[in-house]
């Protein structure tokens, strides 16, 4: 039988433009990394040279993959976001129960400040608009509250708003931490308790989820 070999694409792109594709690729998380260092030493009022002369590239080049300012702080703020998201579903993977998948990370997420040190200055030096970029990435804790919204674990009304609610609340638990010498980090169990409670987990549970001990916190950065 004779066997027809499929013709290539015109579509595939050549060894060049490939090796083009992922410089360009690398440049942009380089610009990232360095933007995230710039927002966590300067904050927001750092301007494009600064981060370009951080980044040792030129300002032009910034704005080939970044249009403004304010897309490239919000990209900076959502790949430390997405960074922190792979760290924690690689460290509570093992979890089989959905309700302690969902609250470990509310209980991590105060803690930026042992386990990702240039998020958490990222968050001081930033304060005001923090609870705005938060609000923005944190798809992850609403789709996971969804989820257990219609598997009945959850079964509050109005969850919508108790989300969006308890996501600003994180965003001043977190700023606690890092902001106040004097902060507590045994609250944020405390303070993570009562927000569960607005999501209608009984306070036994909440109690019980909270108190659960927390896997090895070294630090990522």
């Not at 959905?98 to 040190?117: A, D, E, I, N």
């Not at 106040?180 to 999501?199: F, G, M, T, W």
Request: proline letters at 4%.
């Amino acid at each position: 039988m004779k066997v027809v070999m499929p013709k290539s694409s015109k579509a595939s792109k050549s060894p060049n433009e490939g090796r083009k594709s992922a410089y360009f690729a690398r440049n942009k998380l380089a610009i990232l990394k360095s933007t995230q260092e710039v927002l966590a030493s300067i904050g927001h009022l750092a301007t494009v040279d600064q981060v370009a002369e951080h980044a040792e590239v030129s300002v032009s080049t910034i704005y080939k993959h970044f249009k403004t300012k304010e897309v490239l702080f919000q990209a900076a703020f959502t790949s430390a976001f997405e960074s922190w998201e792979k760290w924690v579903f690689e460290t509570i993977q093992h979890q089989e129960d959905p309700l302690v998948r969902f609250v470990l990370p509310l209980r991590l997420f105060p803690r930026l400040k042992r386990t990702h040190s240039i998020y958490a200055a990222m968050a001081a030096k930033n304060s005001a608009e923090l609870p705005l970029y938060i609000t923005k990435m944190s798809k992850s804790f609403q789709v996971n509250a969804i989820e257990l919204a219609k598997n009945k674990i959850l079964t509050v009304t109005d969850l919508d708003i108790r989300l969006r609610f308890m996501v600003t609340c994180l965003a001043e638990i977190l700023l606690t931490q890092v902001l106040n010498p004097k902060a507590k980090e045994s609250d944020v169990d405390k303070e993570i308790e009562i927000l569960l409670n607005l999501l209608g987990i009984n306070p036994a549970t909440a109690s019980k989820l909270c108190s659960m001990k927390l896997p090895d916190l070294a630090a990522q950065n």
